[in-house]
């Protein structure tokens, strides 16, 4: 039994009760299928042994198998790139947004509103549509830039294999601002107006507010929308879906796409369990950076 | 009301008053159409014939169906009856799944082996067991737009016959000022991909299990020729076939591989005098071929009710002469079609059949399958030669045979 | 004051960059099959052809969004009801069993949902859950989505002074008296703008109902949607058509609750 320390004059059992319920559904709902996964990656199955869990263990084989694969590691460095890119880019962009709307102007409230299309869409739909603006004949995306002249030739977005990883984290980029951009604005609309005040009357720039005030106030936040991206990030499966389909020849194929192609389009289950430990041992690092981060917040 | 009709009014209601007393059976029917396509038309007649019989159909999408059968087999919640794409049914019958339909085709009337297309009849045949009845078939042709034929300068009626003709069309055809491309076509990384290059390696006397020949990379080289020189849209790539002739049925593209699912869209979007040709060969004489699509109607072994399923597997079969209008696919076997749509393209088609031929047949064919695209795409991005591609896909392939 | 309107007009153009895809989506929906693979494109469809009535009948949609509907309330209600304590206590407890727990929390959402829905399907079939597949969408989903909910409503309850809730204990409530009556009221906002994030992520969720709803009549509008958007079936039209009839009701509700949400968020969490 896990026992608290008692910050209050009594009720641990209340902690306790309120962690439980809501680690005990996670376990059961979202454990189960994670040690489902950790098993399989060390047998061998097939599409007729997924139901149980009777089936010929092989050690280390399929990890070897990964690794021997000549695509693996250019997948991997796509995955690097695209979670990085694309959390940066979602961040940045969804910050300065944020910023930008914490402006009391006619309509900001409105105005932010719209924004959060993107995260109603759903993906399904998202991706449709963006398939057809990157479309190289006859997308709008290159129409537009040729006629501003900004490009002579037509660029082939989704099947041209330097490009096509980046027109997927375009894409998401998309997608995750929304979300970024929300969140931020409740960590913005939580710091005091008056300590703003302060800062300006003892002479600070905009500047120096940003870094000495915001930064600092925004902390947890950031925290939690960083890792959260990160974890979306790594979820992201649709748009490749509807995009590119990891091609052309793998060029923009990442791992979680991967692991679901090996599984079920060509059924090397156990293989394409390995990349989904891979992942998890991924998000293993996250989730210890993002829990380290949160120590901080009580000093701030 | 005369006598007769009295009589038969009086046994319809024996009829009705006994399947009340006794349960319907009820088979479960699996199928990627949707309400008011083949199977869901094919179950209200079959119900209405027989109305001791209840058949529950259940739309699968195409791409999830092996994977939930295979879930469904595993669980228990296997249906009696599915639609199987043709090149997975060895995956299913090799592990003893599917109910074997010889010794029933054998005592049926309605049914004959013999008179199924060799094709679509080597796509349910596995290890000396026949595990399935076509329930049509589809293959590729060229499509092609005669009033830019006319336009260029071509005879709109002596399409290309072989390879260099096709590139020599191509060539004429493709208006980069225009926004038009010669030929569409797929290389796209999916089964759609193989499903076209195959029939390029079997005309040249290769298969699925010697993919590492001259022809082979002939035929590479040709679609990266086309592909390098702009006579079809990169995109090619990525896009699949009904994606690819949508450029076509546009006006974007002069030319488009692809099959007669595509006809009901064609025939209402292109604004042009489209007409079909029998894929090119290699060269003047060379073996013909051709892809062979569509998927069949199994009896799953687990079924309880096998003698019901097969009834109605027969009066599927028995309405083979209504696919191609009412359904828009192919007969995979000898019938009379009266009347066809689309006549002119359809004698095209159905001259193709002979031609078509079965990828597999083998229980890892997904695999294979994607030791081909990956050739494909590692060739036409430039990451390989043509020959070097082509000797990796044999390795991995063999691996798989061995 | 001009600045103010100066900085309008670029909020204005922002967000019709932003929107651009929104757009194209009607425009799309707009089109004939063809013009869509018209070059170039138009940005306004020659022959506007609007069938949301067709769409609408031919495809059901009333059930469809009604199950979408059902699902997405299901899932925010479970989340609500077993997420906020945690968040909650997570926020107020600083010690190395909550380090874990809410290490867990977040390695428990690594997986998307296609690579989790085997497992999940072999589960739910041996206790017998794929009697009720809607609820199994449900407690997937909410399983799903618990743990962004769980972060994102901590970060709400540490903006809750402490001190607010000492009071409270110290003026006799209860410990559950006191965070329902101070604590989850203090932070209302934060908990409603989450919790219509995961209202909108559940209605949207695609993956678990396609495998695990088999009856057209209980599946939601994304497997609707995505049935309708087969391989040779397509109807790129028609498909944009159901997704504006699917995401306008969505978007003007939500443009309209935004003053009740957004503003709330504005004028800070404490107020």
């Not at chain 1, 680690?23 to 990656?41: A, I, K, T």
């Not at chain 1, 300590?195 to 905009?206: K, L, T």
């Not at chain 3, 869509?36 to 949301?52: E, G, L, S, Y």
């Not at chain 3, 965070?179 to 992520?201: C, E, H, K, M």
Request: proline residues 5%; charged residues 15%; negative net charge.
């Amino acid at each position: 039994m896990l026992t608290f320390t008692k910050p209050f004059r009594d009720g641990a059992g209340f902690d306790t009760v309120l962690v439980t319920l809501a680690l005990g559904y996670l376990v059961l709902f979202s454990g189960f299928p994670l040690v489902y996964n950790l098993v399989m990656s060390f047998q061998e199955v097939d599409l007729f042994s997924l139901a149980s869990f009777d089936r010929p263990y092989v050690g280390l084989d399929n990890y070897t198998d990964v690794l021997s694969r000549p695509e693996t590691w250019g997948i991997f460095l796509n995955t690097v790139k695209f979670v990085g890119i694309s959390v940066a880019a979602q961040l940045s962009i969804g910050f300065a947004l944020a910023m930008f709307f914490q402006q009391n102007f006619p309509g900001s409230t409105w105005l932010r509103g719209l924004f959060l299309a993107g995260w109603i869409m759903p993906a399904l739909v998202v991706g449709a549509v963006w398939s057809w603006i990157l479309a190289g004949d006859f997308g709008v995306l290159n129409h537009v830039l040729m006629s501003l002249g900004l490009t002579s030739e037509r660029i082939f977005w989704l099947s041209d294999p330097n490009v096509s990883l980046y027109s997927v984290i375009l894409a998401n980029i998309w997608l995750g601002v929304p979300f970024n951009m929300i969140l931020l604005s409740v960590g913005l609309a939580g710091i005091p107006e008056d300590i703003y005040e302060a800062a300006e009357m003892d002479g600070a720039n905009a500047v120096q507010r940003f870094f000495t005030i915001t930064l600092p106030m925004m902390r947890a936040q950031l925290g939690a929308v960083i890792s959260l991206g990160v974890i979306f990030t790594l979820q992201q499966f649709d748009l490749f879906a509807a995009l590119t389909q990891g091609g052309p020849s793998n060029a923009s194929n990442v791992f979680q796409y991967w692991s679901w192609q090996l599984s079920f389009q060509y059924y090397e289950i156990g293989v394409g369990s390995v990349i989904s430990v891979l992942m998890i041992l991924f998000v293993i690092l996250v989730a210890a950076v993002y829990v380290r981060s949160t120590r901080h917040e009580h000093i701030a | 009301m005369d006598l007769k009709s009295i009589a038969l009014a009086t046994s319809g209601l024996i009829a009705l008053a006994s399947t009340a007393a006794a349960d319907p059976v009820e088979l479960d029917l699996w199928t990627i159409d949707d309400p008011g396509e083949y199977h869901y038309v094919m179950a209200d007649e079959f119900m209405a014939q027989h109305p001791d019989i209840k058949i529950n159909v259940r739309t699968v999408q195409f791409e999830d169906m092996v994977n939930d059968l295979a879930r469904g087999v595993a669980t228990g919640d296997a249906p009696d009856i599915t639609y199987i794409d043709n090149p997975e049914v060895a995956l299913f019958a090799s592990r003893g799944l599917l109910l074997d339909l010889k010794p029933y085709i054998e005592q049926s009337d309605i049914v004959n082996a013999e008179d199924i297309f060799p094709g679509p009849l080597s796509s349910v045949s596995y290890e000396g067991g026949i595990y399935g009845i076509p329930r049509g078939a589809n293959t590729i042709a060229l499509y092609y737009n005669a009033d830019m034929y006319r336009a260029a300068g071509l005879d709109p009626d002596t399409p290309p016959r072989t390879w260099d003709e096709l590139y020599e069309a191509a060539k004429v055809l493709t208006k980069p000022e225009d926004n038009v491309y010669g030929l569409a076509f797929s290389a796209v990384a999916t089964e759609e991909g193989t499903f076209q290059f195959l029939p390029w390696l079997q005309m040249t006397g290769g298969n699925y299990d010697n993919v590492d020949t001259e022809g082979a990379a002939r035929a590479l080289s040709l679609w990266k020729k086309i592909l390098d020189e702009g006579l079809a849209s990169p995109d090619t790539l990525i896009r699949g076939q009904w994606d690819s002739t949508g450029t076509f049925n546009a006006g974007t593209a002069a030319m488009s591989i692809s099959g007669p699912w595509e006809l009901p869209r064609m025939s209402s979007e292109a604004k042009f005098d489209f007409r079909a040709a029998l894929l090119p060969v290699p060269q003047e004489g060379a073996d013909r071929a051709s892809a062979l699509g569509e998927g069949d109607n199994v009896i799953l072994a687990s079924t309880d009710n096998p003698d019901e399923a097969f009834l109605f597997l027969e009066f599927l079969y028995e309405n083979m002469d209504r696919v191609w209008n009412d359904f828009g696919y192919l007969p995979a076997s000898k019938v009379e079609v009266k009347d066809p749509k689309y006549p002119e393209i359809y004698a095209v088609f159905e001259e193709s059949m002979k031609y078509a031929r079965n990828r597999g047949p083998h229980p890892q064919w997904p695999r294979i399958s994607k030791a081909i695209q990956t050739a494909i795409q590692s060739t036409l991005t430039g990451q390989a030669t043509p020959e070097d591609a082509l000797a990796a896909a044999q390795t991995s392939i063999d691996k798989i045979l061995k | 004051m001009m600045k103010k309107y100066g900085l309008t007009t670029i909020a204005l153009c922002l967000v019709s960059l932003y929107l651009f895809p929104l757009y194209w989506m009607y425009v799309t929906a707009l089109k004939s099959g063809t013009e869509i693979f018209a070059n170039p494109p138009t940005f306004w469809p020659d022959n506007p052809q609007w069938m949301v009535g067709e769409v609408w009948t031919r495809l059901k949609m009333d059930v469809y969004l009604w199950n979408s509907l059902l699902i997405a309330s299901g899932v925010t209600i479970i989340v609500a009801i077993c997420g906020t304590g945690c968040a909650y206590v997570l926020a107020r407890i600083r010690n190395r069993w909550m380090d874990v727990v809410l290490f867990i929390v977040l390695m428990m959402q690594v997986l998307p949902s296609s690579l989790m829905i085997t497992p999940i399907f072999v589960a739910f079939n041996q206790v017998g859950l794929n009697e009720v597949p809607r609820t199994s969408v449900i407690l997937a989903q909410a399983a799903k989505v618990l743990p962004l909910y769980i972060v994102l409503c901590r970060a709400t309850f540490l903006q809750v002074p402490r001190e607010l809730e000492e009071a409270a204990l110290v003026d006799g409530n209860s410990r559950i008296g006191a965070f329902l009556s101070i604590i989850v009221p203090l932070a209302r906002n934060g908990i409603l703008v989450t919790s219509v994030l995961i209202f909108l992520q559940s209605f949207g969720e695609y993956v678990y109902s396609r495998s695990l709803i088999t009856q057209r009549a209980l599946q939601p509008a994304t497997v609707g949607l995505q049935s309708f958007m087969g391989p040779n079936t397509s109807d790129w039209s028609g498909v944009m058509t159901y997704s504006a009839i699917y995401v306008t009701p969505v978007l003007i509700i939500f443009v309209l609750l935004q003053r009740q949400i957004v503003s709330g968020l504005t004028s800070g969490a404490l107020k």
